[in-house]
């Protein structure tokens, strides 16, 4: 009888021991999903800022690549023209090689190729010589990586900015000028 009862404190005290561990797991866990529920919740708000961000670079770059076309088809510089026709295709799929970039290192370049596809074969290979020919755009379009692909994307833009830009001669600045003093005037 007494061996009985000693046998059944026993699993009595041991049953006690696995359940009072077992809250003390179940205590953890539950921190552990809590904890993993904000990280989840702050990473899709992060993810979710980068591709906004991503959406607004994008549009300053093609109203920003808008803007030169317009002048150089202004100018009538088709050298200019064919330029910036060269690198529309970057541009205009800045927010998809920007997402693909934020995956890793080595994607610039397999990215821009599948975008360059809608375009001729030779579109491509041209963009390529355009690079190697520019130091800085060499050493951004070598980086393969989205900190290159920004950098690329705003060098391209203002490589040719200079020549693209409005010349206006000193009578049109001094017609300008005597609009705005009317202008005033006239309050």
């Not at 150089?72 to 910036?84: C, K, R, V």
């Amino acid at each position: 009888m007494f061996f009985v009862l000693s046998i059944t404190v026993l699993f009595v005290i041991i049953s006690a021991y696995f359940f009072l561990r077992a809250e003390k797991f179940q205590r953890i866990i539950i921190g552990q999903k809590r904890e993993t529920s904000s990280t989840l919740k702050e990473n899709k708000g992060l993810v979710d800022s980068m591709a906004l961000l991503a959406t607004k670079n994008e549009e300053f770059a093609k109203n920003r690549l808008i803007r030169l076309k317009e002048r150089a088809q202004e100018q009538q510089n088709d050298a200019l023209i064919h330029y910036y026709e060269l690198i529309s295709p970057m541009v205009n799929n800045y927010a998809a090689i920007f997402r693909d970039c934020l995956k890793g290192k080595g994607r610039l370049q397999s990215i821009s190729k599948k975008c360059f596809d809608n375009c001729d074969e030779k579109t491509f290979k041209e963009f390529i010589k355009l690079l190697k020919n520019e130091k800085q755009t060499k050493r951004f379009w070598s980086a393969n990586n989205l900190n290159g692909f920004i950098s690329l994307v705003e060098a391209l833009l203002i490589l040719h900015e200079e020549q693209s830009k409005v010349i206006i001669s000193a009578n049109d600045v001094a017609s300008k000028q005597l609009l705005i003093k009317k202008a005033a005037n006239s309050k």
